[in-house]
């Protein structure tokens, strides 16, 4: 896919149950996770269904041109900005996709919510993330713990999104 290629993003329904099973226990995405054990089947069902329904909750799938499911973005309300967590199929990764969804997504969330800032708590070996976060217009907020480990907080706010994400080329907004 190259990198011009725009996304398409989609909010996730249950249809996507198999894909975001698959992708939450891809071995990276756990190892960068705070909460790094496997889930299991049944956990990931009740857990979606309750996302799907909780109006305080986003759940993006980002498709290729060519419909095929690249990733996913989810957006949790927390205190006054959403918490944002991004994955990208490890088959598609280090083509520029996840910073595409980020800023994509993030600028859906903004056009949508009223909220003023999306904040992401990164391990601090997550360097991948780390990029990706700040070619979509993040910046460095600080640091914090998140499940007893140290983090990285990583915040767009709504004022620097706009021109932040129109140096990303290939963006279908
Ligand atoms: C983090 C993640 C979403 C990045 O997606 P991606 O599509 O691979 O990232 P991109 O191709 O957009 O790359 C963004 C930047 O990161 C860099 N990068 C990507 N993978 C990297 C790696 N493994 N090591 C170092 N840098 C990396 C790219 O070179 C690019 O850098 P640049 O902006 O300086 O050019 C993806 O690696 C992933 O799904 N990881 C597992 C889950 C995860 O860590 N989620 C984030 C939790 S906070």
Request: aromatic share 8%.
């Amino acid at each position: 896919m190259s990198f011009m290629t725009p996304l398409r993003l989609r909010a996730a329904t249950v249809a996507d149950i198999q894909l975001l099973w698959e992708w939450v226990n891809d071995p990276v995405t756990r190892q960068m996770s705070f909460a790094s054990k496997t889930i299991p089947w049944a956990e990931h069902c009740s857990w979606l269904h309750a996302r799907l329904a909780d109006p305080t909750s986003l759940l993006f799938v980002a498709s290729t041109a060519a419909e095929i499911p690249v990733g996913q973005a989810r957006y949790d309300l927390q205190g006054d900005g959403f918490l944002i967590d991004v994955s990208v199929d490890p088959a598609h990764r280090r083509q520029g996709i996840g910073s595409r969804i980020i800023a994509q997504a993030s600028q859906e969330v903004f056009a949508r919510t009223s909220i003023c800032a999306i904040y992401a708590y990164i391990k601090p070996f997550n360097k991948a993330s780390l990029r990706a976060f700040r070619r979509a217009g993040f910046l460095e907020d600080g640091e914090d713990m998140v499940q007893g480990q140290q983090a990285r907080r990583l915040v767009l706010r709504r004022a620097e999104a706009s021109s932040s994400t129109d140096l990303l080329p290939g963006d279908s907004q």
